[in-house]
């Protein structure tokens, strides 16, 4: 018998032993048995690494007074939790999305775009104590768990090697931990903890009822056709509020008084200032056309094509999956030594000679090239340009079969690399959130003509927590939106 098809075989029988000494502990948190084959040092290492990816990816957002404020709010909860023990951190991600996510062993994220929303700290503190309750419950270790028993594996990695992954992007395989999907089980799971948390250290748990109801709100105002981030397999935000509430209920019932700290004024002078919506100093989209500002470049991406712009790259995948175009920074003096380095790699061989020529009068460097994995082959063009003294590295590939189906695509799309020159583009700045006190009773549509905003009447309401047409009394302290392009 083949001594890898023997390996594969026994496998099973050797991990369902290792199960059965192992056994399902009872997770304190939850009071339920898991099946769990990582030890809790291995979770606290796989979310140290994912976190630095995270975090190279995406970047910290820069304010270091706000970054101290979640991390104080998360440490309250996380040492009221079963796990005060962990090496809990908690930080703000420079993403304008609604997300929060949690990475085994105590590394919690939360986007810029999320805290926006939040009209307190207690709304603030139930998203933090629901993603604390993951971690607690430890949902990514249980899911990985199954996954390695059912011989699935976790992340993009199982396509595509290491020495290639690191040319997919914002799709690096390391990230797989940030996108594994809890079942909605989990996630009920995670809002009575994260309630449980909130409660314990003082914070009035009916403000949780809030934060669904906005990203109910902020669902609506999207059409439908796109949830934020925090939504993405979670229950309907209706059922979560019905849910609180009759936990409120039940609570009232039984004689407990639902009280608590709501902290709505000192959330408010914490994100006084921040970045609403996208950045556009980092880069933005026209349609298909990216233009980054500080970097005074453009570049075309493809009709259909899914694009994302992250802190190391922009990308866009077609709509079929099977073929990426990214644009990123080479560490190198010049196209040609970006281009020598690239084909250095002992995973990339050359198609044929490399050409040194210029782009749209920049000096450039190009080829064509293979890249091999013991599961597929993968082929696509190369172009390294210099300018404002960096070197761009542009990247277009795909199946080795599907080479000369995209290769005109790929060469178009890399070819429109070029300057930006527009002083309207160079000069844009991004919208922020400031605050005013409101010195008489009045609507949101009375405010929005005395505060104009650079966001429509809908999402205003949205990020006050406010219905239109219901009277706001003076004294109120609210949120508007200025500066950025009008209108977008």
């Not at 890898?4 to 399902?24: D, E, M, N, S």
């Not at 934020?228 to 209920?249: C, F, K, M, Y």
């Not at 790259?313 to 020598?340: F, H, K, M």
């Not at 995209?406 to 922020?432: C, H, M």
């Amino acid at each position: 018998m083949n001594t890898r098809i023997r390996r594969r075989l026994f496998a099973p029988v050797i991990l369902t032993y290792a199960l059965a000494l192992v056994g399902c502990p009872v997770n304190p948190a939850t009071g339920e048995r898991q099946l769990i084959i990582y030890s809790e040092r291995q979770e606290i290492e796989m979310g140290l690494a994912g976190a630095q990816q995270v975090e190279q990816i995406y970047g910290l957002y820069d304010d270091q007074a706000l970054q101290d404020y979640v991390d104080g709010i998360g440490q309250e909860l996380a040492a009221a939790s079963e796990k005060p023990g962990l090496p809990w951190h908690f930080k703000v991600v420079d993403d304008p999305i609604v997300n929060a996510f949690a990475l085994p062993g105590g590394q919690i994220f939360m986007t810029r775009g999320i805290l926006s929303y939040f009209t307190s700290e207690a709304e603030m503190a139930a998203v933090l104590g629901h993603e604390i309750g993951h971690v607690t419950a430890r949902h990514s270790a249980e899911q990985m768990s199954r996954a390695t028993v059912a011989g699935l594996g976790v992340g993009v990695g199982a396509v595509l090697s290491s020495d290639i992954a690191r040319y997919q992007g914002v799709l690096s395989a390391g990230l797989g931990l940030m996108f594994l999907k809890f079942g909605r089980d989990d996630e009920r799971q995670s809002d009575d903890l994260g309630f449980r948390y909130m409660s314990t250290v003082g914070y009035n748990p009916r403000e949780a009822a809030d934060v669904f109801t906005m990203l109910g709100r902020v669902t609506q105002a999207a059409g439908g056709s796109s949830l934020p981030g925090w939504l993405s397999t979670h229950p309907d935000p209706g059922e979560r509020v019905q849910r609180i509430n009759q936990a409120l209920d039940s609570l009232e019932r039984a004689g407990v008084q639902v009280t608590g700290e709501v902290g709505r004024d000192r959330y408010l002078r914490q994100i006084d200032g921040i970045v609403f919506g996208e950045n556009p100093r980092e880069g933005y989209f026209e349609g298909q056309l990216f233009l980054h500002p500080d970097l005074a470049f453009k570049l075309q991406f493809p009709d259909e094509w899914q694009t994302q712009n992250t802190k190391m790259a922009v990308a866009a995948v077609s709509s079929e999956g099977d073929a990426i175009i990214q644009l990123t920074l080479a560490d190198a003096a010049n196209a040609r030594q970006g281009l020598q380095a690239f084909v250095a790699d002992s995973a990339i061989q050359q198609r044929g000679s490399s050409s040194s020529s210029t782009l749209n009068g920049m000096p450039a460097a190009s080829t064509y090239f293979y890249a091999s994995t013991p599961e597929v082959q993968l082929a696509g063009l190369g172009v390294w340009v210099e300018y404002n003294g960096v070197v761009f590295e542009l990247l277009g590939y795909t199946l080795a079969s599907k080479l000369q189906q995209y290769d005109g695509t790929f060469q178009s799309s890399l070819g429109s690399f070029d300057r930006v020159t527009d002083s309207e583009v160079l000069n844009v700045q991004p919208r922020r959130i400031e605050l005013v006190t409101t010195d008489r009773n009045m609507t949101i549509e009375q405010f929005a003509q005395r505060h104009p905003s650079t966001v429509s009447l809908t999402t205003l309401a949205i990020i006050n927590g406010v219905e239109t047409g219901a009277m706001i009394s003076a004294g109120t302290t609210l949120k508007r939106v200025v500066g950025g392009p009008e209108g977008r």
